[in-house]
């Protein structure tokens, strides 16, 4: 296995239930990098109510990279208001400038202040982090790394860290427009079946393995959201609303046809005319078979994952939410966990189309109002309650 195809080459997983089985991640190479990205004051945004945009943003981090480096050479995980990705040493240049370009872009049109850095991951291994991944199938062709070791947070926080993210900071210097294509957020919130879209993070930090942590959820919940794959599913087909046209057709717009928007328009509008068409017959229009889009589009979301924290987005009755808060506090208490919440009524979904017609395609999914972002600040409190030191 070569440095620069470790993720490509890697054999992939599909049982979700194994994500805890630390056997299974490998050690990203040496001289790779993290590629690093978040907003900065999003928790000022989502009070303006614009966590869709935020997302926006996070998610073309993601695209930009993927379609300039190619699908299968990138990890990456999508972290609500920003995004992580590993590239090769011989990518790294190539990535950077993505990146810059999304920044670039996020500031000229959404007014957001994104900031980015491409951290070696032996720089993180010098300061006592790691970076280890598993490949896990949502589908064929469509794969999440999943990432352990803590390197992550670490580049999170040198990120943050105006000083200590000097060194790897990504430069605005000649920056081209990134490669946004495929990238749109035309769905409608996802709403709550059961009361309750819950965005939860959780991190084993005692004696208790991930699964084992799960077990106990398990118990409190009903349901395993490791092993209980029909109960997780977000992005159903009856839970799906289309409306015309697309109330965040303009943000797609804004970003993916920069300098032309009426381009954009007529391209973006056609393609919501024959969706719409297609989903309505039945009928097979181009690539879109929308029987198998569906089919797909149920698998090929990120409402689970591993980016050194496991990340759930669950739908939950009121019982099920006091519970699930219950049995997590009582294990944050004894030690055993870390973990950060938030609960709105709804999900949101930006996706990423690559090829339609050959199954290309993943969707970030997200709580309403804040999501993984505000779940995430609840974690880092309890992190640092429970070990100031760190």
């Known amino acids: 296995m070569s440095a620069d195809e470790f993720y490509s080459d890697l054999p992939s997983f599909s049982d979700f239930s194994s994500v805890g089985e630390l056997d299974g991640y490998r050690p990203v190479p040496d001289d790779w990098y993290v590629l690093a990205a978040d907003i900065v004051r999003s928790g000022d945004a989502v009070a303006a109510g614009r966590y869709k945009e935020v997302n926006m943003v996070g998610a073309a981090v993601i695209a930009a990279i993927v379609n300039r480096l190619g699908h299968d050479r990138v990890p990456f995980v999508f972290g609500g208001d920003g995004a992580m990705l590993l590239v090769s040493e011989h990518d790294v240049q190539a990535g950077r400038e993505a990146l810059a370009g999304v920044v670039d ?168 005319l024959a969706f719409m068409l297609s989903t309505t017959t039945g009928w097979r229009i181009g690539p879109l078979a929308p029987t198998k889009y569906f089919r797909e589009l149920s698998l090929n979301t990120d409402h689970r994952k591993v980016g050194d924290s496991l990340q759930l987005v669950l739908d939950l009755t009121s019982a099920q939410l006091a519970a699930v808060e219950s049995c997590l506090n009582r294990a944050f208490e004894a030690g055993d966990v870390v973990y950060g919440m938030h609960v709105s009524g709804a999900a949101l979904m930006t996706c990423f189309v690559e090829d339609i017609g050959n199954c290309r395609h993943i969707h970030f999914v997200d709580g309403a109002d804040g999501g993984l972002s505000l779940a995430a600040a609840e974690f880092k409190k309890r992190q640092v309650a429970l070990s100031p030191a760190t």
């Open 105 to 272: 872009l996020s500031r000229q049109v959404m007014e957001l202040h994104l900031r980015a850095a491409a951290i070696p991951v032996a720089h993180l291994r010098a300061l006592g982090g790691d970076v280890k991944l598993r490949k896990y199938q949502l589908s064929e062709g469509n794969h999440l790394a999943m990432i352990l070791g803590d390197g992550l947070a670490i580049a999170d926080r040198i990120l943050k860290d105006p000083k200590a993210s000097q060194p790897f900071a990504i430069q605005l210097q000649d920056t081209a427009l990134p490669p946004l294509d495929g990238l749109s957020c035309r769905w409608e919130p996802l709403p709550a079946k059961h009361g309750h879209i819950v965005s939860l993070i959780v991190k084993p930090s005692g004696r208790k393995t991930l699964p084992e942590v799960m077990d106990d959820v398990a118990e409190e919940l009903g349901f395993n959201p490791l092993t209980d794959d029909n109960r997780t599913k977000l992005a159903e087909k009856n839970r799906l609303r289309f409306r015309f046209p697309p109330r965040n057709l303009r943000l797609e717009v804004a970003m993916s046809f920069a300098g032309k928007a009426a381009r954009g328009w007529m391209t973006s509008v056609f393609e919501c």
